[in-house]
C-alpha cells in the first residue's frame, strides 16, 4: 500500500514567490517522523526538514517550513522566497518507529524556478 | 563531519556480468539503506544493514545482495546484471537505533551503473 503520496508531478514557481509541495501519508502508527529530501539533477539527495509526529509546532529551517496538519495526514514542504538553485526534484519521506528504519518514499515532485 | 561516500561515482558493465557498489557512511552511524532510483520506477528500497545483520528488505530478487562490515561500511553486489539494472544506486546513513523515527538518512552521491 501507498504510505507517501506527492500529487503533483511538476511544479513552476517564479523565482522569489513562495511555493508549497504537496505530501500525503498513510499510517496507523502514532509515532512516526516526516522528512523532505531535495535531488538536484547532480543526482545526491539533500535532507532539508523533518517534523516529528508528536511535534507541535511546525518544523522550519531557512527557507524552508513543514505545514504539518496531522488530522489531514498532510506534510507539505513550503519554500519561501524561491531561488533559481531551488529547482530540483523534492521527496517526501517517511519513517514508522515499527518498521525499524525503513524508510517511504513518494514519487516526488520536479520544481522548475522561473527566472 | 565527513558525509556518506559512495564508490565509484560511474560504472559501466556488460549483461551478465556482476559488480559491488561500496558505501561509507558518517562516523558513528551504525544504520546503511541501499536505494534503486529509475526514471520508470523512482525510489525503491533494496535493504537496510544495522550492526552487520540485514534488518530490512525490499522486494528485489535474490541477485541483488549486501553485507556490512564491523566499521559499518556496506557493499551492495549484484549478479549477472541485466539491462534494467541500469540506475542510480543510493546509500543513505543513519544512526540507526529504532527507538526514535525523527532521525533522517544521510545520502551519499550515488553510483551511476549503466549496462550495456
Known amino acids: 500500500a501507498q504510505k507517501i503520496t506527492q500529487t503533483q508531478p511538476g511544479m513552476f514557481v517564479q523565482e522569489k514567490e513562495a511555493v508549497t509541495l504537496d505530501c500525503t501519508y498513510d499510517t496507523s502508527d502514532p509515532s512516526y517522523g516526516l522528512f523532505w529530501y531535495k535531488q538536484p539533477s547532480s543526482g545526491e539527495m539533500i535532507f532539508l526538514i523533518y517534523q516529528g509526529s508528536y511535534d507541535q509546532q511546525n518544523a522550519t529551517e531557512g527557507r524552508y517550513s513543514l505545514n504539518f496538519q496531522k488530522a489531514r495526514k498532510s506534510a507539505n514542504l513550503v519554500i519561501s522566497a524561491s531561488q533559481l538553485g531551488d529547482s530540483a526534484m523534492y521527496f517526501c519521506a517517511m519513517r514508522l518507529l515499527n518498521t525499524g528504519n525503513q524508510f517511504y518514499f513518494g514519487t516526488g515532485t520536479s520544481l522548475t524556478v522561473i527566472p | 563531519k565527513a558525509g556518506v561516500t559512495q564508490t565509484p561515482r560511474y560504472l559501466i558493465k556488460t549483461r551478465g556480468q556482476q559488480v559491488t557498489l561500496s558505501c561509507s557512511p558518517i562516523s558513528g552511524h551504525r544504520s546503511v539503506s541501499w536505494y534503486q532510483q529509475t526514471p520508470g520506477q523512482g525510489l525503491q528500497f533494496l535493504f537496510e544493514?544495522?550492526?552487520?545483520?540485514?534488518?530490512n528488505k525490499g522486494n528485489f530478487p535474490g541477485r541483488f545482495s549486501g553485507r556490512q562490515f564491523s566499521n559499518s561500511r556496506s557493499e551492495m553486489n549484484v549478479s549477472t546484471l541485466e539491462l534494467g539494472d541500469s540506475a542510480l544506486y543510493l546509500c543513505a546513513s543513519s544512526l540507526g537505533g529504532t527507538g526514535d523515527p525523527n532521525q533522517p538518512q544521510h545520502f551519499g552521491d550515488g553510483t551511476r551503473l549503466s549496462i550495456l
Open positions: 544493514y544495522f550492526s552487520e545483520t540485514q534488518r
